[in-house]
């Protein structure tokens, strides 16, 4: 009879324990590992399968991109109306998303190109993208519900980056 490793079954247990409400994908992971929460990096946050950062400086839409790139991950593209939700709680002002029309005017086109969501501003007031002073990146207005805006993209704005969570093994 093989007798278990009491050590990895104790390990497999404390791990399950602390990981909580981390499995779901409508709320901050709350887990902590070794100080962390979830398997993120210190300082990002985890909401399902992703790690999050918040960019509290004002960059340009490029500069944004290039600061996410040197951190290994990408400028966040929100792909759900709770990941806005979540995304509105990282970030006060409104923030760049990696969506923009600069080579095709008209023709949006987001990081991940898969994703049906698209969360323009619709209402009758400022219908959006506008194009308006060649607008050619996209933003999230916070103070409209996450609803996106087309803006230049040499405003000045905060961002959120983000990446794949480390996934553990055993």
């Known amino acids: 009879m093989m007798v278990p490793n009491t050590r990895f079954m104790f ?3 404390s791990l399950h324990l602390m990981m909580g409400n981390c499995t779901s994908g409508n709320e901050m992971c709350k887990a902590s590992i070794g100080g ?4 993120c990096p210190p300082t990002w946050n985890q909401w399902g399968r992703k790690c999050y950062k918040a960019i509290t400086e004002r960059l340009t839409w490029s500069e944004a991109k ?6 290994g991950s990408v400028l ?3 792909q759900s109306e709770e990941e806005t939700d979540f995304l509105l709680q990282l970030q006060q002002s409104n923030f760049w998303i990696n969506c923009n029309d600069l080579q095709d005017e008209g023709t949006w086109k987001c990081e991940n190109d898969e994703v049906e969501f698209r969360n323009w501003s619709t209402g009758p007031q ?8 060649g607008e050619h990146c996209a933003e999230v207005w916070v103070d409209q519900e ?3 805006n087309d803006v230049r993209c040499d405003s000045q704005l905060p961002a959120i980056c983000n990446q794949p969570a ?3 093994h055993f």
């Not at 290039?66 to 951190?71: L, R």
Request: aromatic share 10%.
């Open 66 to 71: 290039d600061e996410c790139i040197k951190m």
């Open 36 to 39: 962390r929460r979830g398997a």
């Open 146 to 148: 996450g609803k996106w």
């Open 76 to 78: 966040v593209v929100p």
């Open 126 to 133: 400022y219908p959006q993208p506008d194009n308006w002073d």
């Open 11 to 13: 390990g497999l247990i």
């Open 166 to 168: 480390p996934q553990l």
